[in-house]
């Protein structure tokens, strides 16, 4: 399975972008897929994720800012961002398991494909 993330650019605060994560291989609605980032210095942190049936979950830090969706027909899941905020800043990835348990959904180790990051630069 090999995945495919774009979208990311310079924006200013309060703007808005959506990411893509397209999926090559394998159908992301029979699996989980998520979006993690990871800002200069820090440790990469789960976003949002949505799985089998559309459950989606959210980080509270994007909770009202964030939306991820999915679209079965193209195979891709996009992560709407607005509102955004220099906080925001860091390169996102977006990683699938088609395996995964549910109390492992916001955890980075419980995915096995990744994409490769997309930067997210907002400036203030």
């Known amino acids: 399975v090999q995945l495919q993330a774009s979208g990311g650019g310079l924006v200013q605060a309060g703007d808005s972008l959506t990411l893509s994560c397209a999926a090559s291989?394998?159908?992301?609605?029979?699996?989980?897929v998520a979006w993690f980032r990871q800002a200069t210095g820090k440790e990469r942190e789960f976003v949002a994720a949505?799985?089998?049936?559309?459950?989606?979950y959210y980080d509270e830090s994007v909770k009202g800012r964030f939306t991820i969706s999915r679209d079965s027909a193209k195979n891709t899941v996009y992560l709407q961002m607005k509102s955004l905020k220099s906080e925001d800043t860091a390169v996102y990835y977006c990683?699938?398991?088609?395996?995964?348990?549910?109390?492992?959904?916001?955890?980075?180790?419980?995915?096995?494909?990744w994409g490769q990051g997309t930067q997210v630069t907002v400036s203030s």
């Open positions: 990683a699938a398991d088609w395996q995964i348990i549910l109390s492992n959904i916001r955890n980075a180790g419980g995915y096995g494909s």
């Open positions: 949505i799985r089998r049936g559309g459950f989606t």
């Open positions: 291989g394998r159908s992301f609605s029979s699996g989980a």
